[in-house]
């Protein structure tokens, strides 16, 4: 019922009955008012979809939202938390498999298992080039 309509029925003298009361037909009851006249439970508000509590309408909005944005994780290709920390270095703990601590570990940068120094391996070897960088270089000035 629009609001011009409610008005003509007000203007031509119409009453509403509801709950046992008459009514101006501008009257419309917020949710609350159904709730308190008819009792509804939580439970029972839990069925229904139109008249709900602002708390359980809260509630639905933000289960929603959840699963919205799970899906839109998903759809961007984001992992679920399980399969991210299953994956995890700190649960694979490489600092273990080469003998020093996490704080170590993270300060040398991440360093792979097959670095053993805090430096990185140089191509020249006791001031010589070694064949292979030579070989290489002679390939790209070609």
Known sequence: MTL???????????????????FAPLYTPKNDTLINLFQISQQ?????????STDEAQKRRRERDRLRDEE???????????????????????????GMSRAKWYRLGKPSPQQNSETSPSPITNGEAS????????CKAV
């Open 4 to 22: 011009y309509s409610k008005a003509k029925s007000y203007e031509a003298g119409e009453r509403v009955e509801f709950g046992g009361k008459s």
């Open 44 to 52: 029972e508000q839990e069925q229904l979809k139109t008249i709900i």
């Open 72 to 98: 839109r994780r998903r759809a961007a290709g984001q992992l679920e938390r399980e399969a991210y920390e299953a994956n995890s270095l700190s649960r694979q703990k490489p600092w273990e498999a080469m």
């Open 131 to 138: 064949a292979v960088a030579l070989q290489a270089a002679r």
